[in-house]
Structure formats: C-alpha cells, structure tokens
C-alpha cells in the first residue's frame, strides 16, 4: 500500500526565523502645517492683501475666521532587545498657534452701519511652545504591544485663551464700543526677546514639568488591531510668573477708534516680567483608534481614529480622522492617504515611506484649512513632513 506523500504549502516557512539580539535606530521627524479658512494661499503673494467684508460675511462659516500653524520635531534614538523590548530615547519640539475671529464681527463690519444694531461675542486665541527630553519603554508580543514614555518638558512659550470680550452697538448719536480683554504669555523666552537680553537657559531647564504618555494595542483577530492612548498625562505641573501681560479695557466711542486708527494708549497696559501665577500643563488627550485588515495583509490597512482633549480645551474640540496605507515589497515601501480633524484643523494628507531594518524615510505633504469644503476649493492651508533615520 502506497503511502500519501505530505502536503506542503507554498509559504510554509522551512525554519522557524531567529529573532535579532538587538537592532538600533536613529532618526529626525519635521512637520509643519500653516492653515486658515478666509484666505487663499495665493493672495499671500500678492502686492497688496484686500479684505472684502461683504464677500466674507457671506462666505465665512458660523463659528467665524480661523488662523493657525503646527510645527512639531522629534529626534530619537532606540534600540530594540529580541524584537520585544524597546527603549527610546528622544527630544521634541511642538508648538501650536490658533486665532478665532467670531462671525458675529465680521457680519457688524460689514453690514453693521444701520442703527440699532448690537452684537456681543469673544474672540479666542491660544499659543504654545513646548520642548521635552523623554525616555520610553515599549513591549510587543505577538498579539498585543504596551509602551509608556515619562518626559520632562519646558514650556518655551504659553499663551491662554486671552478671551478678547467685545460688546458693539450702533444707535441715532454713533456707535458704542465696549472691550475688554487679558493676553498673556508665559516662558522666559517671550520676556528675553522683548528685553534683546540672551535666554536664561539654566532658569528655562529649571522650571519644568513631569508628564506621562501611554499607549496599548490588542489583536483579536488577525483582521483588526485595537489601539488606545492617553497623551500627557500630567505628573507634574509647572508654575510660572514670568513673561508679558497686555490687559485691554475700553469703553467709549467707536468715532474715537476710527478717528485715531487704534485704542488710546489709557485703554491698554503692559506688564513684563512677574504676572499673576498660572499652572502649565501639556495638552492632555485621550485616544481610541483601530488598525482594520480586510484582505488580512498590509496591502490594505484602514485606521480610524478619535481623540478627546481633557486638558486646555476651551473653547472645547475634538479630534479625529481616517487613515487608508497599503504597504508592500515585504512591507519596506508604503503609501498613505489620511483625513484628519486635529488641533481645529481639517488636513487631507498623501505620504510615502520607507521602513527597513536599515533606513527609515518619509515624506508627505498635504491641503489643510479650517474648514472643511474649503480644503478642496481653495488652497487655504498646506503642510509637509518629513524624516529620516539609519540603523542596523
């Protein structure tokens, strides 16, 4: 009686691959994002920069004119012990500037010259700069990965919600014209460049703070991964009374301002050096996400994502977004497309990359704007990022 001979899959591998001892990597990452929703890119060339009120009143979406810019830079250096064990070492640099000008405004402006009419609203605004060193732990297995990295960071700028209130109303004897409002920035670098004095490193490094990022991953099945995270996690708070203050308090006629071309120099106060004491904090998010396989490869990965701030969220926000990658060639060159909700900013982005055990590289760019249809009929906003690494 003959006897069957086995069956053998083409894939099947002969020999079980031996793990790496251990791998090092070292890389930089830029990234860089300038957005509005009012004005096209192109008008920035321009010899002369017009606004149309009438043409943005109509134009304008209800929670008014947006302006803002992202800049972030990671250098890290990590080395990798049985593919399970990883260490990071890295430094960042993240900044974020937003500027809200209420629709309400914008709509007096242009149509507020009739009597009796009155508006009230706020104009918000916010700013940071930050700058870390952290180290991170990360361990993975097979189906699930779990990292937390503890970095102390210093805010090299911070500015809050100034919460600019104004009150507007036009009657049969002129215009009213009522302001108040308390723009601060804090951080030692904002008070040496209004002095022309050099940056007062050691006292900059000295007031500091102590944060937590968290991150996990689980595989149920080998179609999805489940990703979470918790971004700052605030340990340690900075307490800072150092920079510029300029407090705004008017109340008069709207003929003074236009006459003069700005507000008396009674209605505004400057302070540098000591203000009143705030407490500084990362912004804190938490993160839910998911990494979708439908073909079961990496030739097709959809990863949705969604994001709720917890700390400086006011006016409150949320973040979210839509990822599609496919990777090939073992998995060593890949391409992305995403749709992104982050930091107030809608962002459409197209990226490719490479990712081997001896060079790293990306390189992406992307349209941006705050609001959402103005991303795809005008140019309102752009981005780019990219980076590069080596490693063994």
């Not at 991964?225 to 009374?241: Q, R």
Request: charged share 20%; net charge positive.
């Amino acid at each position: 009686k003959e006897t069957a001979a086995p069956v053998i899959e083409v894939n099947q591998p002969t020999a079980r691959r031996k793990a790496r001892t251990l791998s090092m990597h070292s890389g930089l990452i830029l990234s860089g994002l300038a957005a509005n929703n009012a004005i096209p890119i192109s008008d920035l060339f321009k010899k002369t920069l017009e606004f149309d009120f009438n043409i943005l009143s109509k134009k304008t979406m209800k929670s008014g004119l947006h302006a803002g810019t992202l800049f972030n830079a990671d250098w890290y250096f990590q080395f990798t012990m049985y593919e399970t064990h990883t260490v990071k070492l890295s430094t960042t640099v993240d900044s974020n500037v937003w500027f809200n000008f209420p629709k309400s405004l914008i709509d007096f402006i242009a149509k507020g010259n009739g009597t009796g009419v009155s508006i009230e609203g706020t104009i918000n605004a916010a700013a940071y700069v930050f700058a870390d060193t952290g180290i991170m732990y990360r361990l993975k297995r097979p189906s699930y990965s779990f990292s937390a990295r503890a970095a102390y960071f210093v805010p090299l700028a911070y500015m809050p919600n100034p919460e600019l209130s104004y009150e507007l109303r036009t009657n049969t004897l002129g215009g009213f014209v009522k302001l108040t409002g308390d723009a601060r920035v804090y951080g030692y670098l904002p008070l040496a460049t209004v002095k022309n004095e050099p940056v007062n490193v050691s006292q900059l490094l000295k007031d500091g703070g102590l944060d937590l990022s968290l991150a996990g991953s689980y595989q149920p099945a080998d179609w999805v991964n489940i990703t979470g995270a918790v971004d700052y996690l605030p340990l340690l708070v900075v307490t800072m009374d150092k920079g510029i203050r300029h407090h705004i308090a008017f109340s008069g006629k709207a003929e003074d301002i236009a006459n003069a071309g700005r507000l008396p120099d009674s209605a505004m106060k400057q302070t540098i050096g000591t203000l009143p004491a705030i407490k500084i904090m990362r912004p804190c998010k938490i993160r839910l996400g998911a990494d979708f396989k439908p073909f079961k490869n990496n030739y097709l990965i959809i990863s949705p994502f969604a994001a709720v701030p917890v700390v400086n969220v006011k006016p409150f926000y949320m973040d979210g977004g839509l990822k599609l990658e496919s990777r090939f060639a073992r998995d060593v060159l890949g391409v992305s497309l995403a749709t992104n909700y982050i930091n107030r900013i809608w962002q459409h982005e197209l990226s490719f990359f490479v990712d081997s055990r001896f060079a790293t590289f990306i390189l992406a760019a992307s349209v941006a704007s705050h609001d959402f249809v103005k991303t795809f009929n005008s140019l309102s906003g752009v981005g780019v990022k990219l980076g590069f690494g080596i490693g063994f």
